[in-house]
C-alpha cells in the first residue's frame, strides 16, 4: 500500500510561513508590501482559473495582488510594452505572465523584455542560466514545487535514479536542472524522457522517482513502473464530467488507481503537486521584494 502525498497540506504549511514573514516585515520599520503583478492575455478557462487562484492566494498572505486582463486581441508591440512598465513599476516585486500566450504572440520575446529581477516565474534567460551555473534565484514555481514536496515528505533522491517524463521550459526542463544541483534535496541522476524516447517504458521502469509531466490522461500506467518507485504526477488534465457543477474534474498523466498499488508513495491529483505552484510562486515574490528591500535571512 503506498503513501499518498498531501500535496495540499504541504502547501499551506509553506503558504503559512510566507504569511507569518510578510505580517513580521510589516510590523516593522522596512514595513513594504510584496507585489505580484499576473497578466493574462485572451480568454483561456484553465488560465483564468490559475490566475484568480494566485491572486486570492496572494491578498491571503498580505501581498497587493495586481491582476491585468488583456484581450485576445492584444499585439505583440501592445503586450511588450505593458510588461515593460511594470518591469519598471517599483511597486511590483513579482511578474507572471501566463502561459500559454495567444498564438500570434512570441513568447519567448515577451519572456525577454520581464525585469530578470522581478521574474517570479524563473523563465527569463538570465535566471535560467543562473539555474544552470548552479548558482539558483529564481527558480520556476512548479519544478521549485516537486523539490520542495520530495524534501518535505521525507524522499531522499541524492544518488537515486529520477526519471522525468516531459522536456517543457516550465516544468521538464527546470526540474532536471534542479534535482543535478550540487546540494542535500538534489545530486540526482537524472534521465529526461520526451515525445521521442524510444522504448520509454524500459526507461521509466529503471526509476526510483518518476516525475511526470507530459499533460496526456493515463500517459504512465501500471507496467511502466518499479515495484517502490515514488510517483510524482506533475499532469493537470481537465475531462468532462457531468457529475460536477463546473462540467470537467481534473486527472493527472498517471493512472492513479493502478500504479497506487506498485509505488511506494504517489501524489495524487488534484491535491499534490498543484497547490504547490502557488505556494512556491509566492515564496519567490517574498524572496524578490526581500531582496529590494535589502532584508536578508
Ligand atoms: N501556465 C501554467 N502554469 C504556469 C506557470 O507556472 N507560470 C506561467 N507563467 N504560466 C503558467
Keep these: 500500500m503506498s503513501t499518498i502525498i498531501d500535496g495540499k497540506a504541504i502547501a499551506d504549511k509553506l503558504t503559512k510561513s510566507v504569511a507569518e514573514e510578510i505580517n513580521l516585515i510589516k510590523k516593522t520599520n522596512s514595513g513594504f508590501v510584496p507585489g505580484l503583478a499576473a497578466v493574462l492575455v485572451g480568454e483561456d478557462p484553465a488560465s483564468k482559473v490559475y490566475v484568480r487562484n494566485k491572486k486570492k492566494s496572494a491578498t491571503s498572505v498580505g501581498m497587493e495582488a495586481l491582476d491585468y486582463y488583456l484581450p485576445e486581441s492584444t499585439t505583440q508591440k501592445e503586450l511588450e510594452e505593458y510588461v515593460r512598465k511594470l518591469s519598471e513599476d517599483v511597486k511590483i516585486d513579482g ?98 524522457c520526451h515525445s521521442r524516447t524510444e522504448n520509454i517504458r524500459n526507461i521509466t521502469k529503471q526509476a526510483d522517482v518518476l516525475i511526470v509531466a507530459v499533460g496526456q490522461q493515463n500517459f504512465i500506467k501500471a507496467d511502466m513502473v518499479k515495484k517502490g518507485a515514488v510517483i510524482i504526477d506533475v499532469g493537470t488534465n481537465r475531462i468532462q464530467d457531468a457529475t460536477r457543477k463546473s462540467g470537467y474534474r481534473l486527472v493527472g498523466d498517471v493512472d492513479f488507481e493502478n500504479v497506487k498499488k506498485i509505488a511506494s508513495a504517489i501524489t495524487p491529483v488534484p491535491g499534490g503537486v498543484g497547490p504547490m505552484t502557488i505556494a512556491m510562486l509566492l515564496k519567490n515574490t517574498l524572496e524578490s521584494a526581500k531582496r529590494k528591500n535589502l532584508v536578508f535571512d
Design 95 to 192: 511578474i507572471l505572465v501566463q502561459l500559454p500566450l495567444p498564438a500570434h504572440i512570441d513568447q519567448e520575446k515577451i519572456i525577454n523584455v520581464i525585469n530578470p529581477d522581478k521574474d517570479v516565474d524563473g523563465l527569463h534567460p538570465y535566471n535560467v542560466g543562473l539555474l544552470v551555473k548552479g548558482q539558483p534565484r529564481f527558480v520556476p514555481a512548479t519544478p521549485a514545487g516537486v523539490q520542495y514536496i520530495l524534501s518535505e515528505s521525507g524522499i531522499e533522491v541524492v544518488g537515486k535514479h529520477v526519471v522525468i517524463c516531459g522536456r517543457s521550459e516550465i516544468v521538464g526542463k527546470p526540474l532536471g536542472l534542479l534535482l543535478i544541483q550540487r546540494n542535500k534535496n538534489a545530486n540526482a541522476t537524472v534521465t529526461m
